[in-house]
């Protein structure tokens, strides 16, 4: 079973077998990013299926990039996996910062889900060529700049930065705080921490480090990493006071460090009015959209309320506080539940209550995790059936257990073929599951005889009934 593992320096190389030839063209889906925003995202990875599989924390909750297939991986095994780890955990999968080569297949993956593109998650990329010659009239104003610079700085060179500049590079902090505009700007100043932190490094083979000398004064550097066809610019800093460096460095950066490469990648505004302004002059050639697809359940789009289904014998409905005592004696029953799968009072992680039982019953439905049907005779609950383990590609699980002093009447059978009906053909699902562990001959034999036997294990027969 896969774990996942907190992203160190160390699994920069292990990253960098995945990011290396990856052709997503988004600031994402390299070390860099990963390592920078460590402190921020809490980004965890695990190889699955012959992909890399990177598991972020945004706003309390858990978002997954998309897979970065290997030479032979398969990203809907790995997409699967995503979808079950955060089925077992009780969440719903988002699969965020999805690149638009990658979307099609996300909706054609997901009946129900919401998709959104924010605009200040946007790379700016641009052709390589633009930046490396800025040619044409729309380039004017960074051939003045560049001359400008130029003119002041006749002998200004530009050469590769290594480990060995570590020196340089700290001088160069000292002289940019010196005159940083935003120094009294908390998340401009929690930003420069984090490129500081990312220059130590430079030496690192996944990087490419670069700047601009005024003699043996540094007064403008880049850190970029290659991934696929694009460059991509993760740190990009000049002294302020060095007018026309920027576009200087912009240019000699492109035209030295972007072998191989058709884009480069100068990342996102992160909605700063003047780095927007600033990427916008450069002429990008796109906006690169980044998906987040946020898949729904059948529960969540067409189940307001637990209905009520009769069968020729039974009715079944939603759980009521009156069926506390029943609903209780049922669940408690561990000769009857050894054959249920669930340990019901190990779920609860806390010490059983009156309310307990039925409170997860409940809340299950008001996340809309699951459906809870008491079944029952008379209107005498005997028993219940459950829809739950909803994958989101149209797919649920259905599981039935009936009082044993009502057992081998065929109630179950009869419960499950009417909340199986009702999953099928009012919820809108495409597939309903169950499972029965092969000791069980009474739960394979109601099994078999309203759904089709689709495979087995060392522990379990597996049924399923389509529409």
Not at 5 to 26: E, I
Request: hydrophobic content about 35%; glycine content about 8%; some cysteine.
């Amino acid at each position: 079973m896969y774990q996942f593992k907190p992203v160190t320096q160390r699994d920069g190389g292990k990253l960098r077998k995945y990011y290396a030839n990856c052709q997503y063209g988004l600031c994402e889906y390299s070390v860099g990013t990963k390592l920078m925003w460590r402190p921020v995202l809490h980004p965890a990875w695990a190889e699955i299926a012959g992909c890399l599989v990177i598991r972020n924390e945004d706003d309390g909750r858990w978002v997954f990039d998309y897979p970065v297939p290997g030479p032979e991986g398969d990203e809907d095994a790995a997409l699967t996996a995503i979808e079950q780890y955060c089925l077992d955990r009780g969440v719903l999968p988002v699969i965020s910062v999805v690149p638009e080569c990658r979307a099609a297949r996300l909706l054609a993956r997901y009946p129900y889900v919401h998709v959104s593109d924010i605009r200040t998650w946007r790379d700016y990329v641009y052709y390589r060529e633009d930046l490396q010659l800025f040619a044409g009239r729309r380039y004017s104003g960074q051939r003045n700049h560049i001359k400008k610079f130029q003119a002041r700085c006749p002998d200004a060179y530009f050469r590769r930065l290594t480990g060995a500049d570590e020196a340089v590079i700290q001088q160069f902090w000292t002289d940019y705080e010196a005159e940083f505009p935003k120094g009294d700007n908390a998340k401009a100043r929690g930003e420069l921490e984090l490129a500081k932190k990312m220059l130590r490094l430079v030496g690192k083979p996944w990087f490419i480090g670069g700047g601009m000398f005024d003699g043996e004064k540094l007064v403008a550097l880049a850190l970029a990493e290659k991934c696929g066809d694009t460059l991509i610019i993760h740190i990009e800093k000049a002294l302020y006071s060095y007018p026309g460096v920027y576009p200087a460095m912009v240019q000699a950066f492109a035209d030295n460090c972007g072998d191989g490469c058709r884009w480069i990648d100068r990342e996102d505004d992160a909605a700063d009015r003047g780095l927007r302004t600033s990427k916008l002059q450069y002429g990008p050639a796109k906006l690169a959209p980044k998906y987040c697809f946020e898949p729904q359940n059948e529960l969540l789009k067409h189940v307001r309320e637990i209905p009520e289904l009769k069968t020729e014998r039974l009715t079944l409905s939603a759980l009521t506080e009156a069926d506390i005592p029943a609903y209780n004696a049922l669940v408690l029953d561990g000769e009857r539940n050894r054959w249920w799968g669930y340990d019901d009072v190990g779920g609860l992680g806390g010490p059983v209550e009156e309310r307990s039982f039925f409170d997860v019953a409940q809340r299950d439905f008001e996340n809309r995790q699951a459906a809870n049907f008491a079944v029952r005779l008379d209107g005498k609950l005997i028993g219940e059936a459950v829809l739950y383990r909803f994958d989101c590609r149209g797919g649920a699980e259905l599981g039935c257990r009936i009082d044993a002093a009502y057992a081998g009447h065929g109630y179950g059978t009869e419960a499950f073929a009417a909340v199986a009906d009702w999953a099928l053909y009012k919820v809108k699902l495409t597939r309903v599951v169950a499972k029965c562990y092969k000791e069980n001959q009474a739960s394979y034999k109601m099994l078999s005889s309203c759904m089709r036997k689709n495979g087995e294990d060392e522990t379990f027969f597996y049924f399923e009934k389509l529409v």
